[in-house]
C-alpha cells in the first residue's frame, strides 16, 4: 500500500509539471539563470534536497505564480532522482591528555570542522562531561579528551581530519579510528576508502583492515595507536540495518502539523534509553536524527526512509553486560531485510568477552557472516551480518 501511494503521487506529481512545462515551454531563462539545475552543480553543505530557491523567494524577485510553480516542481522531482547515502563514515580521536577547552565551540571552530566535511549543525545539547550536535548529515560527540564525528550522504568526512589534528595536536593521539561501511551508490562519493587511507597513511603510522566479506555487507576501518598506551572499559555497539520493512518507512515520513514526539512514540524510538537528554530532527522530505546523552554516554540514531534505499543506523557506548535485549528491540522497531552489528571495544582479562555481549540468536533472522579481529593496543572488533529468514 504505502509504495503504491508513493509512485501514485509521484505519477502526478510528474504529469503536473508535464502540464505545466506545455503552458509554458519558455520558463525563463531568467529562472534558470539564477538558479542552475543542482545536478549539475555543487550543492551548499546543509542543503535540502530540493535545493534551490522557495517559491517566496521567487515571487519576491518578481517571478509569476505559474513560472514559480514550474520551477519548483522541476526542482522536486529532480531532487527525488537524487537517491541519499545512509550507510555512514566515522571518525573517532582519543586523546593521551585531556583539553578542558576542547569541546568551547565560541570561536565557532566545530562548526568549521563540520563544514569542512560538507555538512552543517542543526542543533546541540550538552552535559557537563559532553556536548552532543547534530547535523544535517548525521552527528557529533565532545568530551575533554574525546572526539567521534559521524557523517551520512556525500559528505568527505576524511577532510575534517587535519583541522581536528590542528585543533588537538598531532602529538596529543592515543588512538585513531576512522570507519567506513560499504556505500549503496558509491559512484556519488568523492572518495573511496582506499583514497582515504592512503591520506592517513601519509599523516599516521596506521593499518587498514575489512571485517565481513568483499561481496556483501562489510565496514573498513583504518586504526592507529600510541606503543604503550593502557585502554580503558571502552565500548561502542553499532546496528547498521538495510531495506526497512514497507509500514516502518511510511512511519518514518513526516506528517503534517505532527510533532516529532508523536513519530517517535508511534514507531517506539521513544523507548530507547527514555532517561537520557534528547536531541531529535525530522527532515524534509523524509530522514530523521536524534542524538541522546547521559553523564558520558551518549545514543544516536539516523534513519532513512527512502523508498528503493531504506536505511537506519543505531549505535551507543552504554555499557551492558547482555546487549541481546536492546539489539532486539532495535531491529522489532525497524524490521529491516538485512543488518549488521558491530561491537568495538577494550579487551583485557578483566572483561567480558564480546561474544558474551551478543545475542546466540536474533529471532527472525540467520546469521550469515561472523568476523573478530583483535588490534595491537587492547581494542577489539567483532562484525556479524544478518539476513531475514524465510518462511
Known amino acids: 500500500m504505502f509504495r503504491w501511494t508513493y509512485e501514485r503521487s509521484r505519477y502526478r506529481e510528474i504529469r503536473r509539471q508535464y502540464r505545466a512545462e506545455q503552458a509554458f515551454p519558455s520558463l525563463s531563462e531568467k529562472v534558470r539563470t539564477r538558479y542552475p539545475d543542482p545536478l549539475k552543480t555543487s550543492v551548499p553543505a546543509g542543503a535540502s534536497r530540493s535545493s534551490g530557491p522557495s517559491s517566496f523567494e521567487l515571487r519576491a524577485q518578481g517571478f509569476r505564480g505559474a513560472e514559480t510553480s514550474v520551477y519548483c516542481a522541476q526542482q522536486s522531482q529532480r531532487a527525488m532522482s537524487i ?3 545512509g550507510p555512514e563514515k566515522k571518525l573517532e580521536i582519543i586523546l593521551k591528555t585531556p583539553l578542558r577547552e576542547l569541546r568551547s565551540n565560541a570561536d565557532g571552530r566545530w562548526t568549521e570542522v563540520v563544514h569542512s566535511c560538507g555538512a552543517k549543525i542543526v542543533s546541540s545539547t550538552s552535559l ?4 552532543a550536535y547534530l547535523l544535517s548529515e548525521s552527528s557529533l560527540f565532545l568530551w575533554d579528551d574525546r572526539i567521534l564525528i559521524i557523517t551520512c550522504g556525500t559528505t568527505s568526512l576524511i577532510d575534517a581530519v587535519q583541522p581536528i589534528v590542528n585543533l588537538v595536536s598531532r602529538e596529543n593521539i592515543a588512538f585513531f579510528f576512522y570507519e567506513r561501511k560499504n556505500l549503496m551508490y558509491p559512484h556519488l ?3 573511496d576508502f582506499e583514497m582515504d587511507a592512503r591520506d592517513l597513511a601519509a599523516q599516521f603510522t596506521g593499518k587498514s583492515y575489512r571485517l565481513g566479506p568483499a561481496n ?3 565496514i573498513h576501518i583504518f586504526y592507529h595507536s600510541t606503543p604503550g598506551r593502557e585502554v580503558e572499559n571502552d565500548i561502542t555497539l553499532e546496528i547498521l540495518m538495510h531495506d526497512l520493512h514497507p509500514e516502518v518507512l511510511e512511519a518514518f515520513m513526516p506528517r503534517q502539523d505532527e510533532p516529532v514526539e508523536a513519530m517517535e512514540r508511534r514507531t517506539g524510538i521513544a523507548t530507547l534509553y527514555p532517561a537520557m537528554l534528547k536531541d531529535s530532527y525530522q527532515f524534509e522530505p523524509y530522514g530523521y536524527s ?3 546523552i547521559a553523564d558520558d554516554t551518549y545514543l544516536t540514531v539516523h534513519v532513512t526512509p527512502e523508498p528503493g534505499g531504506s536505511y537506519a543506523s543505531f549505535e551507543t557506548n552504554v555499557h551492558e553486560e547482555d546487549y541481546s535485549g536492546t539489539i532486539n528491540r532495535v531491529v522489532e522497531i525497524f524490521r529491516p531485510r538485512r543488518f549488521s552489528l558491530v561491537v568495538t ?3 583485557d582479562e578483566h572483561q567480558t568477552p564480546q561474544e558474551e ?3 546466540r540468536r536474533v529471532g527472525g533472522y540467520h546469521r550469515t557472516e561472523n568476523s573478530f579481529y583483535e588490534f595491537d593496543s587492547g581494542y577489539a572488533v567483532s562484525f556479524r551480518n544478518y539476513v ?4
Not at 128 to 131: G, H, I, M, P
Not at 388 to 391: P, Q, W
Open 189 to 191: 562519493q568523492r572518495s
Open 388 to 391: 531475514k529468514a524465510e518462511h
Open 128 to 131: 557537563s562531561s559532553l556536548d
Open 83 to 85: 537517491p541519499f547515502e
Open 357 to 359: 555481549l551478543l545475542p
Open 216 to 218: 556483501d555487507d562489510h
Open 345 to 347: 571495544g577494550s579487551q
Open 290 to 292: 536524534l542524538n541522546k
